[in-house]
């Protein structure tokens, strides 16, 4: 069992930068991908970005260019730069980590940050 724990969140103006981390309990070293996710009360949850294990990286729309994700294996840490922040990021923002054991898909979630872009 692994658990992810979601930090870094808060307020910030448009324009301003913010820099989340999900910490995980043990090894992410073979969670082939790792990726995070936003929701608001108006919308399902959609998805924000991923990282492999070997780093590629892949972006919505949406956020290309302003977010960037990386990942630190020996710190089982994932992170999400996000510059130049829209007021319509703002979002609960969560860190996800799927994996398939014995064919069974095991998909682990964060409880989640807040993420307030306003002026």
């Known amino acids: 069992q692994v658990q992810l724990v979601e930090s870094g969140g808060g307020l910030v103006q448009p324009g301003g930068s913010l820099r989340l981390s999900c910490a995980a309990s043990g090894s992410i070293f073979n969670f082939p991908s790792m990726g995070w996710y936003r929701q608001t009360p108006q919308k399902q949850r959609e998805w924000v970005a991923g990282?492999?294990?070997?780093?590629?990286?892949t972006y919505a729309d949406s956020v290309k260019g302003r977010f960037t994700i990386s990942r630190n294996n020996a710190k089982n840490t994932v992170y999400l730069q996000m510059n130049h922040l829209k007021p319509e990021d703002t979002a609960v923002y969560y860190c996800?980590?799927?994996?398939?054991?014995?064919?069974?898909?095991?998909?682990?979630w964060g409880q989640g940050t807040q993420v307030t872009v306003s002026s």
């Open positions: 996800n980590a799927p994996r398939v054991v014995a064919g069974i898909l095991n998909d682990y």
């Open positions: 990282v492999t294990s070997g780093g590629n990286t």
